[in-house]
């Protein structure tokens, strides 16, 4: 039995209660998601490049915004405009795509993999500079019907799943869900379930962190739940002091029955940033229609639409939302569940595009901020008699040109206050 932990420490002032005042939050953004740099370009020879025309582009986000690619190649008919429709509206707003990886959905027989079609998912994503997540690795649901096991055998298959698709796709997906809803999988009354319950959902989770570590230490592992609770944080903090802490504390914010408040987003913010891991919005839904009365959340419900008011509403719940979260520096990736009406989950009116996938205001809002008003560039400056330049830009990939040469450039917090780039003189 693992003792609980508890969290003790002077805190950072980031973790008192943040103001939702958009001008404190204007704040934060500038100084959590942007950097001043001044660049000093020199030729080979280690002479500056004076007086020159820079223009200097963003090319992608660190932080990462997402949303679940589920879609991709299998709902809509193959190079019809749908599927056109349907990928380019991804890429124009986010670089960060989940890809499903459900148990029974990658091997609905054993040994009957969609291995190919997800390398063809992920392989598109790469090309153009789209970070993937496989999710989830071992959850309680979508557990395939022929895997009927005893504890000792399903420990060993998950095993050997984690494995197996961490090697295959090493190279093409570097992010995981290793774990999904550890919290509550003792409830249910199948083989996953039961092997949680009778070891435990700490040490299920350190067993797949293991796992996946021995597989690909580079990876990038994520444990993921809709609890919450202290129960959540408790979990982390035990791991965390047995050396099994995660890159980062999974959190699922679908909000089909009410839409969070900032202050109750700040108080779970408050509670898992005092463990100083990251923290992902995993999972997050706004509704643009009714919200949900009752407590069935595995059927379909025919006839949920969205509807112009709830339209209105989603976009501005997105723009507060997203922002707030933005401006918190323990939080480093949003991802939207789904990108369309059609096929939604539960058939709810969960999108940023209309079921005919067409933008609704909030998509058209988020692309606004992501594109946008958190975007730097294209810019242009002329370097001083030192080759120097100083900008301030949000953090990410730059493409710098001067002369008709092009250098790549790096922001991040890690990044010096001066960095020298050399190009070859024509």
Request: glycine letters at 6%; aromatic letters at 12%.
């Amino acid at each position: 039995m693992y003792k609980k932990i508890l969290l003790f420490f002077i805190l950072p002032s980031f973790l008192y209660p943040l103001s939702s005042d958009p001008k404190e939050i204007e704040k934060r953004i500038l100084e959590y998601r942007t950097k001043e740099v001044t660049l000093i370009i020199k030729d080979t020879k280690g002479q500056p490049v004076k007086e020159r025309e820079v223009l200097i582009e963003q090319v992608s986000h660190a932080f990462l915004f997402g949303c679940n690619f589920f879609h991709w190649d299998s709902t809509f008919p193959a190079n019809s405009e749908e599927e056109k429709v349907y990928r380019q509206r991804f890429v124009d707003v986010f670089n960060y795509a989940t890809l499903p990886f459900y148990w029974g959905y990658y091997e609905p027989a054993e040994g009957k993999t969609r291995e190919e079609r997800l390398k063809r998912m992920s392989a598109w994503c790469k090309e153009r500079g789209i970070l993937t997540k496989a999710h989830p690795l071992i959850w309680h649901e979508v557990v395939p019907n022929w895997a009927n096991f005893s504890s000792n055998t399903t420990e060993n298959m998950l095993e050997a799943r984690v494995k197996d698709i961490m090697n295959k796709f090493n190279g093409l997906i570097d992010f995981y869900d290793v774990i999904n809803e550890s919290i509550a999988s003792p409830k249910f009354d199948n083989c996953v379930g039961k092997w949680i319950k009778k070891i435990g959902p700490v040490e299920a989770v350190r067993e797949a962190i293991s796992w996946a570590r021995e597989a690909n230490p580079k990876a990038f592992l994520l444990v993921n739940d809709y609890d919450v609770s202290d129960a959540y944080v408790n979990q982390i903090a035990v791991l965390k002091e047995l050396g099994f802490a995660p890159d980062a504390i999974g959190i699922q914010s679908h909000m089909h029955k009410n839409v969070w408040s900032t202050t109750y987003l700040d108080g779970i913010l408050s509670s898992f940033s005092r463990l100083n891991i990251p923290i992902h919005f995993t999972e997050m839904t706004i509704l643009s229609g009714r919200l949900k009365t009752d407590d069935d959340w595995n059927s379909y419900h025919p006839g949920w639409n969205s509807t112009p008011e709830g339209e209105k509403k989603q976009a501005e719940d997105v723009v507060r939302i997203y922002s707030f979260l933005f401006s918190h520096p323990a939080v480093e990736a949003i991802t939207w569940w789904d990108l369309s009406d059609y096929d939604a989950w539960q058939g709810a009116p969960a999108g940023l595009l209309r079921k005919d996938l067409s933008p609704k205001p909030a998509y058209e809002e988020l692309k606004k901020l992501i594109k946008g008003k958190w975007w730097t560039g294209p810019i242009s400056l002329k370097t001083d008699i030192d080759g120097r330049i100083t900008f301030r830009g949000f953090m990410g990939k730059y493409k710098i040109s001067i002369d008709g040469k092009t250098i790549d450039l790096i922001l991040d917090k890690k990044s010096q206050k001066e960095i020298e780039l050399k190009i070859k003189r024509q």
